[in-house]
């Protein structure tokens, strides 16, 4: 009969040497943890420093003026446009990236297909994620802007009288934007998805199925629920990319400092501002484009905190 020792057991076998090791290899991960927070703090701090005297100069009507004014003498600044153009375009690519890659996120976890096609799939969704962003923006510029433009006509003639589509494409826009940051976002949220329905018990499969559900009544009803707080996860850090993409999205949206009900128009977004501006700006300027990346933060921060509640109460649930 053999007689399971405790974890003190064990460790109290090891040599001191062992031990050690251990010790330092406990307090280097500790440290390398702290460290990712340290990080974080002190880009937060040199950006809300940076920001300060435009902070004191406009307050919160930053927030709502959508002037800006960047000639000495008459500066004024104001971020709405370009915090309405990152919500909205990263809203659009959540829209078309959330169904597309969480279905292939099901197709390539389920043995829907043979493993070694299987495989040729997720190392090409892989390989989407290595394509440099730059080379996005200019394939969205000889492209995706001439492919869409019919597209957004259409739309235009004959659902004009909505207000998204009220006025007819002019070729970079929202709506290029958004398609372009789905399909950079993609390439997270099909492996987070796929990873976090792959790593489930595979009890929870074959209980459903003994107990008579369909095949798509366990994937949906059984695996997405379990694996809800991956998904969210993945879907999170694809809105993180979408709301921080600056060169791809700098050059399809046109860089227009207005706001539109129509995704049709040109548009502009934080990330889009900064890369057009700060190479050349100086004084109460630099401070203003501080001021909108502190936003960018903030809008960050929130997000992450709303999805942390829905997984929560999704968890509490099942």
Same mark, same amino acid.
């Given at each position: 009969?053999?007689?399971?020792?405790?974890?003190?057991?064990? &460790?109290?076998?090891?040599?001191?040497?062992?031990?050690?090791?251990?010790?330092?290899?406990?307090?280097?991960?500790?440290?390398?943890?702290?460290?990712?927070?340290?990080?974080?703090?002190?880009?937060? &701090?040199?950006?809300?420093? @940076?920001?300060?005297?435009?902070?004191?100069?406009?307050?919160?009507?930053?927030?709502?003026?959508? +002037?800006?004014?960047?000639?000495?003498? @008459?500066?004024?600044?104001?971020?709405?446009?370009?915090?309405?153009?990152?919500?909205?375009?990263?809203?659009?690519?959540?829209?078309?990236?959330?169904?597309?890659?969480?279905?292939? =996120?099901?197709?390539?976890?389920?043995?829907?297909?043979? =493993?070694?096609?299987?495989?040729?799939?997720?190392?090409?969704?892989?390989?989407?994620? =290595?394509?440099?962003?730059?080379?996005?923006? /200019?394939?969205?510029?000889?492209?995706?802007?001439?492919?869409?433009?019919?597209?957004?006509?259409?739309?235009?003639?004959?659902?004009?009288?909505?207000?998204?589509?009220?006025?007819?494409?002019?070729?970079?826009?929202?709506?290029?934007?958004?398609?372009? /940051?789905?399909?950079?976002?993609?390439?997270?949220?099909?492996?987070?998805?796929?990873?976090?329905? =792959?790593?489930?018990?595979?009890?929870?499969?074959?209980?459903?199925?003994?107990?008579?559900?369909?095949?798509?009544? +366990?994937?949906?009803?059984?695996?997405?629920?379990?694996?809800?707080?991956?998904?969210?996860?993945? $879907?999170?850090?694809?809105?993180? @990319?979408?709301?921080?993409?600056?060169?791809?999205?700098?050059?399809?949206?046109?860089?227009?400092? @207005?706001?539109?009900?129509?995704?049709?128009?040109?548009?502009?977004?934080?990330?889009?501002?900064?890369?057009?501006?700060?190479?050349?700006?100086?004084?109460?300027?630099?401070?203003?484009?501080?001021?909108?990346?502190?936003?960018?933060?903030?809008?960050?921060?929130?997000?992450?905190?709303?999805?942390? $509640?829905?997984?929560?109460?999704?968890?509490?649930?099942?």
């Amino acid at each position: 009969m053999t007689i399971p020792l405790s974890d003190d057991a064990v &460790l109290g076998n090891r040599s001191a040497g062992e031990k050690t090791t251990d010790g330092l290899f406990v307090n280097l991960t500790k440290l390398l943890a702290i460290s990712i927070g340290v990080i974080l703090t002190m880009i937060a &701090l040199v950006v809300l420093w @940076r920001s300060l005297p435009a902070m004191g100069a406009f307050g919160f009507g930053f927030l709502t003026n959508s +002037t800006w004014n960047p000639v000495q003498g @008459r500066e004024e600044y104001g971020a709405l446009p370009v915090i309405y153009g990152t919500l909205v375009s990263s809203f659009i690519a959540l829209a078309i990236a959330v169904p597309l890659g969480l279905g292939t =996120a099901i197709f390539l976890s389920e043995d829907f297909i043979p =493993a070694n096609i299987r495989t040729i799939l997720v190392f090409l969704v892989e390989l989407l994620a =290595a394509i440099p962003s730059v080379v996005y923006g /200019l394939w969205g510029v000889f492209v995706l802007i001439p492919f869409l433009k019919p597209i957004g006509q259409w739309l235009h003639d004959s659902f004009g009288w909505f207000p998204l589509f009220s006025t007819a494409p002019a070729g970079p826009g929202m709506f290029p934007a958004g398609v372009i /940051l789905s399909i950079m976002i993609l390439p997270i949220i099909i492996a987070i998805s796929r990873d976090s329905l =792959a790593s489930l018990p595979p009890e929870l499969r074959q209980a459903s199925l003994g107990l008579g559900a369909t095949r798509w009544g +366990t994937i949906f009803r059984v695996l997405i629920p379990a694996a809800f707080s991956g998904i969210v996860g993945g $879907i999170m850090l694809g809105l993180g @990319r979408a709301m921080g993409e600056t060169i791809a999205v700098t050059l399809v949206i046109g860089n227009a400092n @207005r706001i539109s009900p129509s995704i049709l128009e040109p548009a502009n977004t934080i990330a889009s501002l900064l890369a057009n501006q700060f190479a050349e700006a100086s004084g109460m300027q630099v401070s203003a484009l501080m001021y909108a990346g502190f936003v960018l933060l903030v809008l960050t921060l929130i997000i992450n905190i709303l999805a942390e $509640i829905i997984v929560n109460k999704i968890k509490a649930k099942y």
